[in-house]
């Protein structure tokens, strides 16, 4: 039972944050796009300037809870997709310092630099984490010992980088629509047309995924047992729609949230799909890291969830409060501090 | 090389260079809030020019921490992954509570402290800045107390092939880890005090934003004196803790050979690794090897000669790290003590003025000196007594760690710099408007 709570709470972890960073990601990775002037490429950083930090700290937090809840499963896929892992440090690394650095100097060159450093550190982790998480579902070629047989270009099979792909879109779709939210003139008008253009390609990839899953991984077998679980597809299907809607009815905030839970809920099908496996052996059943053959002590899980059922909820708290004061209009040169 | 030395150097990488940014954060967070606590409740522009001045050097520095520590929380799977299935029972979930406790605290509230000034009252956004210190300093004594883990291994019980949670409290109360709470964050003041001091000395050389600098300085110099002493008095007490717990790593710190009582302390000493014994050994201390193990000048200290070579660690390394760690700890006082003494009228000194500008990386190396002595000299455990760091290493591939390897110090050199020299070119800016 605890490990089955851990489980869940893992996969929303990892649901928080693709919600929380995946709109500031989406964003970078637009940059180039929708950014023509320099107050516009200000107004993107702007844009994540106070939230970023804290949206990493859920990648940190999922990363942890990992580590402290299924030390096996830990252990065995940060070693596992090493070389991956390390692409998506050194790109968030060069995000991360992009937002302080970048406007600290007049000199076009140092800004460009960084915008480069800005878009790349925010594409690359999107197309790995949609990677990662795609291999995840399908499983790793992990031998007795859970070590993963296979490197970094495995990793990049047709349905890895589809779900790689997928969730480069996903992320655009949620930034474009924080973007549409949070700037004002020209550069908001673009950021909705690029959501509205965004948005079938969103559909079409969400619908090859499936579809791909459904042929390609034992994602689905779960659902199939328990019919009710379709609720999930269902709201992630529902949040898409609902993107659409609120998007031509100009109601960006609500549209925001339709996006954001799209997301969760396409975080929670596959971690559900995957229960009770973390990371599934493709070469033997039985080699597989469960939630069982995983999992920390009980003691140690009764600990942590005390720690989580307190702080995760506290933590969900200020974060909206600084969300709800901290995302008004930019709209002018006064309120840019990147 | 293989994986495991190519891991080791990798993880010393990158634990270095994350740490030229943690101590300036833990403790200037604290002494910005100081400030901004002053601007609360008098309301003098001054105590938010210099906020603001010193919370602008701040964030650059707290970005270039905030990035580098997340590398190092992934590093344990990455790299160290045998370990993190033996005590990830008890460290990882460490790490998971200083996430959900402290990081997410540190990092919500930096972006509302960055983006508050004009949204915020000057009460509140104070209380931002407390938020943030708080928190940066609660994230320390988690990490502490996950590296206290690893230095003296305590509330565990070997249970299905791994170290499993036995007694939690005895985990978070072990007293090694709090000593080094106390010398970490000590530590983290005489960073920011030697901060706040160098560039203030810098400013009062040139006669310029005298106020707000001399306000700077007479703060740095009484809250830098403090520190450097607790770090020193502490320090001992910290050393009498390994002489106990670590007796190998306490012989090495010392090049220590022959197990003896009244163990005298050589000034001037070459370690000769090889042939087990000292090249040069002059100037000896009597008995005060043994009074500074032990508090006892009668009290025997164990010689290197007494652990089996393959239980030793490094001695060359530890032994230099200890004698600049202890040096640097030996000035730091001085320095400010001398300030202190001279405080109404430090523009008589100049000359001391230029020494504080020199002095700033002083505490910074006395950090990295002081991490190197507790992690080298812990070798070759990566777990004292429980696990040999030769056992902790991931399956990966002499060529995967090798590229990372480079990547990373490649990648760290570059941001080393221009972090650099966007703090220099704000330092010397001085402050700007209100």
Redesign the interface.
Known sequence: MLETIWFVLWGVLWAGYFVLDGFDLGMGTLMPFLAKNEFDKRTIYNAG??????N??W???A???????F??A??????GL??A??LL??A???R??S???RS??ESVGWRSLWDACHTVGSFLPALLLGVAFANLFHGLPLDE?H?NQSGLIYLLNPYGLLGGVFFVAMFALHGALWLAIRATGDIKARAVSAAGKLWPAVLVLVLAFLAYSFVHTQLFGNYLKNPPLFLILILAVAGLLAARVYLAAGKLWLAWTGSAVFIACVALFGVVGLFPAILISTLNPAWSLTIMNAS??P??LK??LG??LV??PI?IA??FW?YK??SGPIEGEKEL?Y | MDALMLSRLQFAAATMFHFLFVPLTLGLSVLIACMETAYARTGKPVYRRMAKFWGKLFLINFTLGVVTGITLEFQFGTNWSRYSAYVGDIFGSLLAIEATAAFFLESTFIGVWHFGWDKLSPKAHAITAWLVAGASNLSAVWILIANGFMQNPLGFVLRNGRAELDDFVAVITNPWAWNEFVHVVAGGFCVATFFIAGISAWHLLRKQNEELFAKSMRLALTVGFLATVVVAVQGHMHGNLVAKLQPAKMAAMESHWETVKNAPMYLLQIPDEKNERNLVQALPVPSLLSILAFSDPNAEVKGLKDFAPADRPPVGITFIAFRIMVGIGTLMPLLMLFGLWKRDNLASVPTYLKAMVWAMPLPYLGMEAGWTVAEVGRQPWIVQGLMRTADAVSPITAGQAGSSLVAMVLLYTLLGAAGAYLMVTAARKGPQDA
């Open positions: 300037g106070p939230f970023w930090d804290g990493e700290v990648l940190i937090a990363g942890g809870v990992t580590f402290a809840a030390p096996l830990y252990a065995t896929m940060f070693s090493y070389s892992l390390m440090l050194f968030l690394i060069i991360g310092v937002y302080e650095f600290k100097v010992q070590v920390s002590s003691l140690t600990i942590m720690v989580a702080f995760v933590v200020y974060q600084v004061n901290f501090e």
